[in-house]
């Protein structure tokens, strides 16, 4: 009982972890609740805009987009500033990540559809003999046609299911466009409606194409998604030691030690910057050996970077300088571990939910997406996938890494501000 009563009144002395002790998991339901109430539904209940290029521009192009117009939480994307896009533009536009999915539909592909569709509606009543013998002559003398391809790009972070969910629903919304256009032409010839056989043969196929810069042409698997997810969470995980060992330092009085011997601040934490810059990329490495030697050994594909491993150490190494920023800001504010290990923490789970570590940010609420446009985790895995995924180079991720890098210096900046002002009071 007495060391109860003495670990109550440790907690009771302790306000502000007690606080965080309670307040930051509820802050985790809530993010994650709200992460995960999307994923339970259909891929088609979430909002998501779609490319859509026409270059038919005939009867089939314009019932493709009013049909994809009238789908729930769909935004349909034909246009920017005002002018039609191209399928150049529409490939670029996926291959950057700006959108998940475009749709290109190929010029003919109505009067292909439309002389298929007479042809057979022609047949079908000349044989019932409610047609004359000569109607369709030089109609029955064409007896193939071209196949028309309709084109779906999709970014190669979008996943296996996701892509399989969107072909199916895109090919159900065509089939209903095929059968809308034969029950036409049968309404036109007969004035009445009809249920006879549809086309024969496929007139409208797909061509699944993973948008990627250059000519790779790499088909995106569960492994090249999960390991830079979890490489980086192991990275910005050092936030926890490292915070951890600055209130030791102050509670133990090995900081005020430091800090009246004649080495400048930006000395003491040159030293912490470098030590754990080498553990984070020692977390680095052995996330890919793991990746590229155990995963083959309990059925999982093996990991191989490739030549794509410098541009790899290049994220990993600014990933965790902004994590080595957030872990010193943590351990400067914080005045016990108990403050700083469980903030430390749950925050880096928050963070890691709000990157897209767990959940891709594209199936996420609208509110979510736009909060997780701030997570230093977002800008790291969108670089990691842009270099993995997308083919991209150095000058491909400059934006995500220098945002990292003013992560850094904003999350420095402000801990030895916030020490100065502790030490003047």
């Not at 007896?143 to 969107?166: C, H, L």
């Not at 594209?362 to 997570?375: L, N």
């Not at 842009?386 to 420095?412: E, H, K, S, W």
């Amino acid at each position: 009982m007495v060391s109860a009563y003495k670990e109550i009144m440790l907690l009771l002395r302790d306000w502000g972890g007690l606080a965080i002790l309670f307040f930051m998991p509820s802050v985790l339901i809530i993010t994650i609740t709200l992460i995960q109430e999307s994923t339970f539904k259909a891929v088609g209940e979430s909002a998501l805009p779609i490319v859509l290029v026409d270059e038919d521009q005939g009867e089939i192009g314009s019932l493709i987009a009013q049909n994809m117009a009238k789908a729930p939480n769909v935004q349909l994307i034909d246009e920017i500033d005002g002018k039609p896009l191209s399928d150049a533009q529409a490939r670029a536009l996926v291959s950057d990540g700006k959108y998940q999915i475009a749709l290109v539909i190929p010029k003919g592909i109505s009067e292909e559809l439309n002389e298929k569709v007479n042809h057979n509606v022609d047949k079908i009543l000349g044989e019932f003999s409610l047609t004359e013998a000569d109607t369709s002559t030089k109609k029955q003398e064409k007896t193939t046609w071209e196949v028309k391809e309709i084109t779906i790009y999709f970014d190669p972070a979008a996943g296996q299911t996701f892509r399989n969910s969107m072909k199916n629903s895109i090919e159900q919304m065509l089939s209903k466009v095929e059968v809308e256009k034969i029950y036409a032409v049968f309404q036109g010839q007969m004035g009445m409606d009809n249920d006879p056989a549809l086309l024969n043969d496929e007139i409208i196929t797909f061509r699944e194409v993973i948008a990627q810069k250059g000519k790779d042409g790499i088909i995106p698997n569960a492994v090249q998604h999960n390991v830079p997810a979890w490489i980086l969470f192991g990275i910005f995980f050092i936030v926890v030691p490292l915070g951890i060992n600055l209130v030791k330092e102050k509670n133990l009085g090995t900081y005020i030690r430091l800090r009246t011997s004649p080495v400048s601040y930006a000395i003491i934490l040159g030293g912490k910057i470098i030590t754990y810059t080498v553990i984070c990329l020692i977390q680095f490495v052995l996330m890919l050996l793991i990746a590229k030697y155990i995963f083959p050994l309990i059925g999982l594909i093996e990991f191989d970077p490739g030549p794509k491993l410098p541009v790899m150490v290049l994220i990993a190494f600014v990933s965790g300088l902004a994590a080595i920023g957030l872990g010193i800001l943590i351990g400067t504010v914080a005045e016990t571990q108990e403050q700083s290990a469980p903030f430390g923490a749950i925050f880096v789970i928050i963070l890691a939910a709000l990157g897209g570590v767990w959940v891709p940010t594209f199936i996420m609420p609208e509110i979510m997406q736009k909060v997780s446009a701030f997570s230093p985790m977002n800008w790291g895995i969108s670089a990691f996938y842009d270099v993995i995924l997308r083919n991209g180079t150095a000058a491909d991720i400059a934006q995500p890494l220098c945002y990292l890098l003013l992560f850094f210096a904003v999350t420095m900046t402000a801990a030895i501000f916030y020490d100065k002002r502790h030490q003047a009071n």
